[in-house]
């Protein structure tokens, strides 16, 4: 079974940083491509990061230069290094295989990691 729990969120300033943790079991982590992704209140989930299997990153403009992922495939772990935040990047994070900008996974989703970044 798919499954991935996502950790690191919390309460910071604007203008703060937090670095979120994903672990994934039920897969083979390394030939996965894998997405971040965050649902801000009252909105759908949207893509805002991914790092595919060979380690290449692509990003959502809005976070474009202040957000890095990585994955270390040894530990069936991604990461998300988020700096300069600002109350639009307040929402729970989820993190899952990343197959394209516009399909995302039905299955294997996490409760994620809340992300409150306060004024």
């Known amino acids: 079974q798919v499954q991935f729990v996502e950790s690191g969120g919390g309460l910071v300033q604007d203008g703060g940083s937090l670095r979120l943790s994903c672990t994934a079991s039920g897969i083979t982590f390394s030939i996965n491509a894998i997405g971040w992704y965050r649902q801000a209140p009252g909105n759908k989930r949207i893509l805002v990061a991914r790092?595919?299997?060979?380690?290449?990153?692509e990003y959502a403009d809005s976070v474009k230069g202040r957000f890095t992922v990585s994955r270390d495939n040894a530990k069936n772990t991604a990461y998300l290094q988020m700096n300069s935040l600002n109350s639009e990047d307040t929402g729970v994070y989820y993190c899952?295989?990343?197959?394209?900008?516009?399909?995302?996974?039905?299955?294997?989703w996490g409760q994620g990691t809340q992300v409150t970044v306060s004024s």
């Open positions: 899952n295989t990343y197959l394209s900008e516009t399909v995302y996974p039905v299955r294997g």
């Open positions: 790092v595919l299997s060979g380690g290449h990153t």
